[in-house]
């Protein structure tokens, strides 16, 4: 008699445990967004692929819906997919999902977040925020810049009508992530790294942009921190951060010292003068400088590169766009030999073809994560605090619902059309949105806008031969912006 009850209690022990804990998840605690299922400890990070995660996030955002969760170790995240839900993280949720996740190279490489981009949301980022949207990122600052963002086109140009003369073919990827990186060189430090043979400084950058975009074991499985040190991680992020210590101090330096002043005002002498004046709500130290100019170059260089090569390749692929905007630029601007910053303002349908080409080919296609600061309730789902947030604007763009002919390059849409990109518009999220919208936006459009109208204006383009406009690839790199794999290799004709 005994003996059966144990064994009853033996059986059903298990069923009562199973349906105890199937009211727990169902009835107690609201559920979590569904997902992909991983394995023990390491969730679903073996099952990413770190070249395409945008692509393959949007392929589970149709199975799982516009909201669903990953296991990224021992890290809960969730993935935003359409505007609805978009706009329910970035407006509704905003000051609860502001946060940035804290990962050790981004920590490190920014002074433990001395700057904006992965400064925790505190006083402190409001502070320094304010300060760089007020002096740095202002449409005063932007047009007092104008003059570098000239005579480098200029220059840039005139290598091209060089290279038409002897129908040599240029390679655009080069010559626009070159232009890019000086322009933006000159405008924060005051230099051209390109001239002095300081090929050091670029291997420098390049090394800090790859480690930020490095997946460290530690930042999702701490216990297995060992590994990193196993990979090498730790001595090459020391190094980097080393070396670009060094080479912000001597920026610094040479900006202090006074028998050393450039005619033009860059932006160290903005960020020295105004730690100079004591006049702000906190003091700038050496340090927030430094994390400042980590961001300016790090956030501009290459998101301007790679949204003028796709601009190029998109209308490389469609000739029809190509001839159109050819024609507004051309019979617009009367016979100048160059176009300035003015005179590029009134080109509607440019403007409409940079916009289409960052709904396609955003830089950033999952913006930067965020992090949520306490749980909250989206869609009957809880999010807990902690949770890292991805707002896949890349399957936003693409969301059909929102967009006709989704997949098509079609500038027109943007003409008649009250959709921008200021963060209003969750359909269309390029810059992101909320209180962490990017503040380069001015500087991004006024370089791009001279870049692009003078290389238009200037030349005809065509493909080598052999090579037709189907043939074009869209292939991309793995890195934190989407670069081209393949460089876009075209022949330029002068038009004048
Ligand atoms: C086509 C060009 C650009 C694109 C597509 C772009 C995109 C973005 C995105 C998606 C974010 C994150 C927003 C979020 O978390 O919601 C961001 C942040 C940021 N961007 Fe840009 N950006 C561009 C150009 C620039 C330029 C030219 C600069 C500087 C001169 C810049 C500086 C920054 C900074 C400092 C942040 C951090 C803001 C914060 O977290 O408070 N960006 N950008
Ligand atoms: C133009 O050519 C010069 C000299 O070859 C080079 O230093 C410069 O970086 C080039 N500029 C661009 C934008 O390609
Ligand atoms: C900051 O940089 C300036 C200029 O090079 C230098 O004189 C000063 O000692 C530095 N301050 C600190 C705290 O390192
Ligand atoms: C002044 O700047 C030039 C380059 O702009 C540099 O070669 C020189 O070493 C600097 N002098 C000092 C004292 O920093
Ligand atoms: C935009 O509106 C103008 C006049 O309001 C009209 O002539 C034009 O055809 C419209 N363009 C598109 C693409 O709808």
Redesign the pocket.
């Known amino acids: 008699m005994f003996s059966t009850l144990v064994l009853i209690l033996c059986l059903t022990f298990p069923v009562f445990l199973l349906f105890f804990f199937q009211y727990r998840t169902t009835f107690k605690s609201p559920p979590f967004p569904p997902g992909p299922r991983g394995l023990p400890i390491v969730g679903n990070l073996l099952q990413l692929d770190s070249s395409s995660l945008h692509i393959q996030l949007w392929q589970l955002s149709k199975k799982y819906g516009p909201l669903f969760s990953l296991q990224l170790g021992l890290r809960q995240a969730i993935v935003v997919s359409s505007p609805k839900v978009a706009q329910e993280v970035m407006k509704d949720h905003d000051l609860e999902c502001c946060e940035r996740p804290k990962l050790l190279a981004q920590q490190k490489l920014s002074y433990n977040g001395l700057d904006m981009l992965f400064s925790p949301y505190n006083r402190y980022w409001r502070e320094i925020r304010k300060i760089c949207v007020m002096h740095i990122f202002s449409s005063k600052r932007v047009s007092c810049l104008s003059s570098i963002r000239h005579s480098e086109v200029k220059q840039m140009i005139q290598n091209i009508s060089s290279h038409a003369s002897t129908s040599e073919v240029t390679n655009l990827n080069q010559v626009l992530v070159s232009l890019s990186s000086t322009v933006i060189c000159r405008i924060a430090l005051g ?1 051209r790294y390109e001239e002095e043979g300081t090929e050091m400084f670029h291997r420098l950058f390049k090394e800090c942009e790859a480690l930020m975009g490095t997946l460290f074991v530690s930042d999702y499985i701490p216990f297995m921190g060992w590994v990193d040190k196993l990979r090498g991680l730790h001595a090459r992020l020391e190094r980097n951060f080393k070396d670009m210590d060094k080479f912000y101090q001597e920026v610094i ?2 900006h202090t ?1 006074s ?2 002043k ?1 005619a033009e005002e860059d932006l160290v002498d903005v960020l020295l003068q105004l730690k100079k004046d004591n006049s702000l709500s906190m003091d700038l130290t050496n340090d927030s400088i430094k994390a400042v100019l980590m961001n300016i170059l790090v956030g501009a260089t290459d998101t301007t590169a790679v949204t003028s090569v796709w601009v190029m390749t998109s209308l490389l692929k469609h000739p029809r766009v190509m001839k159109k905007v050819q024609e507004e630029i051309r019979s617009l601007s009367g016979k100048k030999p160059f176009l300035e910053e003015d005179d590029v303002q009134k080109f509607p349908y440019l403007q409409a073809v940079i916009k289409e080409t960052l709904r396609l080919h955003l830089p950033a296609p999952l913006l930067v994560p965020r992090e949520s600061s306490k749980k909250y309730m989206i869609d009957g789902y809880e999010i807990p605090a902690k949770t890292i947030i991805y707002v896949n604007a890349w399957a936003i763009h693409r969301d059909p619902e929102a967009w006709e002919d989704a997949e098509e390059f079609k500038p027109e849409r943007f003409l008649n059309s009250t959709i921008d990109h200021r963060g209003q518009d969750f359909c269309f999220i390029p810059f992101g949105a909320g209180r962490k919208i990017c503040p380069g936006m001015h500087m991004a459009f006024a370089a791009l806008d001279v870049i692009l109208a003078n290389l238009l204006y200037s030349f005809d383009w065509a493909l080598p031969d052999g090579m037709k406009s189907e043939d074009i690839d869209t292939e991309v790199l793995p890195g934190l912006t989407m670069h081209k794999k393949n460089p876009l290799c075209v022949l330029a004709k002068c038009q004048m």
């Open positions: 230099r330096d040479e010292d028998d050393n450039t």
